[in-house]
């Protein structure tokens, strides 16, 4: 009796586990033909790492756009381990980068308000770190379009080069003001295109080498205090000043309100076509990370700085939306 009873349990048991990996099979079979309605043919991997985006909440459609839009390799490497709520909408920007899943829905989580393409443009930028930390130390300081801001610097006593100095019709004051040259070669034409507008305009800063920068930045902090110097001066190695393509125009204050002049909007209007853009514009401080400086304008060349125009944005939002 005792052997018989062995058996029937053995054969139960047996029969119990066939059960469950003809169901278990077919399960997975099953979600496949949900999920991959062509029926090609799929690796036994592939079959779970949909089961586990199943399991981490995904539905059928929203998997369906995961694996459209990152490849396989990506989507194991970065999305099995938790769930991202918002995923899906963030996957619609076109500058969206799945190794910046995690960095996009933090900042996400502390900036509700905004638009999920504004997210990753942002942390494309890098806003969701501190200003002057993770600094990258450039290496196209002589290109024309060359980036300096909080997050990237240029190397320790740099100086740019074919500087030259500026014309006296340009300036009030006596001071030596020097550009490179085709920025110099740039403004004069723009000047002389204000002119006959009847609009003045006039240098009150150009080229600062790395010590005048650091003496200016110190000043601001000492007379001003450290907020308003972060604010409206850089610490060297990250002023466009220092690559010698970055102008002040008329007055460089913000008490001056320079931007309720005819100057300023005529500037605005059309310092573009001269190969100059308004570098630190209203509103856009949280990207620049300087207070609004209508006198500040950066050169760029024609061809860039006439498409940042077209864009509409900061030179950070242009360059992420048109970076190779
Ligand atoms: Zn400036």
New binding site residues.
Partial sequence: MKKGFLGITLIIVAALILFGTYVYLYKIKGNDQEIIPDGKDITKEEYIYKEDLLVLGYNVNEINTIESKISDSDVKKYLLSEKYNNLIELLKSPYFKIEHIDRYESYYSKNKDYSFEDIVIYVEIGLDIEFYTNITEITNYDDYDAVVNKYYKLPDNFEAKDLVSIDSKYKKSSYNYRLRKVAAEALYKMIDAALEDNIKLWVV?AYRTESTQKSLFNNSKNSDGLEHALLYSAKPGHS??QLGL???LNM?SSKAHFENTKEYAWLKANSYKYGFIERYPKGKEFITGYGF?P??YRYLGIDLATDVYTDGGTYEEYLVKHSK
Avoid: K, L
Wanted: hydrophobic content about 40%; glycine content about 0%.
């Fill in positions: 800063s466009e000043h970055a102008v002040d460089a400086e006198w500040h």
